[in-house]
Antibody
Framework: QVQLQESGPGLVKPSQTLSLTCTVS??????????WSWVRQPAGKGLEWIGR???????NYIPSLKSRVTISIDTSTNRFSLRLSSVTAADTAVYYC?????????????WGQGTLVTVSS | QSVLTQPPSVSGAPGQRVTISCSGS?????????VHWYQHLPGTAPKLLIY???SRPSGVPDRFSGSKSATSASLAITGLQAEDEADYYC???????????FGGGTKLTVL
């Protein structure tokens, strides 16, 4: 079955760029049947959808982060990535990647285990 | 402040039935967008529990069920078991934000 795994630095300095990669195994990211998303969870808070990408590179982002977020995809390596610029302590969170349906109201399944990113000097 | 509103916590004894509510508005649940539910144990990947308001993925026990009415949705868990103790999140789509939105999460405690 499809599995996702996040990777990247666990510590990022304020004002720098957070970069994470999600590696998809057990299935091809090129299938075209899904979007691929990033979701985060700040400590003690709920889940927040960040954005998603399709295999053709088309993206959608949450408006509050749109100016700082870039999601990209590399079908040759079965990976997709998240870049969040000008980070502050408010961006400290567990970041998840997830496969996303193409329905009008897509659901997320499966998810990666998540990776904690701390923004601190 | 989450777009979808859930109670912070619910509790129940083993064998009992509990429900978790998810309240939205006319730009999300009330607009007819599907509601999905996830079970999340800290440190693990969230697990899809209910999709499309009422459907269960294979492998999810029929003790879990979903419903929706007007601008709200609910997750019901019957025959409560100790292993059900987790955080539960609802999720939908919001036309004002043009994206997916989650509830703040509900911590279920099995007494």
């Amino acid at each position: 079955q499809v599995q996702l795994q996040e990777s990247g630095p666990g510590l990022v300095k304020p004002s720098q760029t957070l970069s994470l990669t999600c590696t998809v195994s057990g299935g091809s990211i090129r299938s075209g049947a899904y979007y691929w998303s990033w979701v985060r969870q700040p400590a003690g808070k709920g889940l927040e959808w960040i954005g998603r990408i399709y295999i053709n590179g088309a993206t959608n982002y949450i408006p509050s982060l749109k100016s700082r977020v870039t999601i990209s995809i590399d079908t040759s390596t079965n990976r997709f990535s998240l870049r969040l610029s000008s980070v502050t302590a408010a961006d400290t969170a567990v970041y998840y990647c997830a496969r996303t349906g193409t329905a009008v109201t897509p659901h997320f399944d499966p998810w990666g285990q998540g990776t904690l990113v701390t923004v601190s000097s | 402040q989450s777009v979808l509103t859930q109670p912070p916590s619910v509790s129940g004894a083993p064998g009992q039935r509990v429900t978790i509510s998810c309240s939205g508005s006319s730009s999300n649940i009330g607009a007819g967008y599907d509601v999905h539910w996830y079970q999340h144990l800290p440190g693990t990947a969230p697990k899809l529990l209910i999709y499309g308001d009422t459907s269960r993925p294979s492998g999810v026990p029929d003790r879990f069920s979903g419903s929706k009415s007007a601008t709200s949705a609910s997750l019901a868990i019957t025959g409560l078991q100790a292993e059900d103790e987790a955080d539960y999140y609802c999720q939908s789509y919001d036309s004002s934000l043009s994206g997916s939105v989650f509830g703040g999460g509900t911590k279920l405690t099995v007494l």
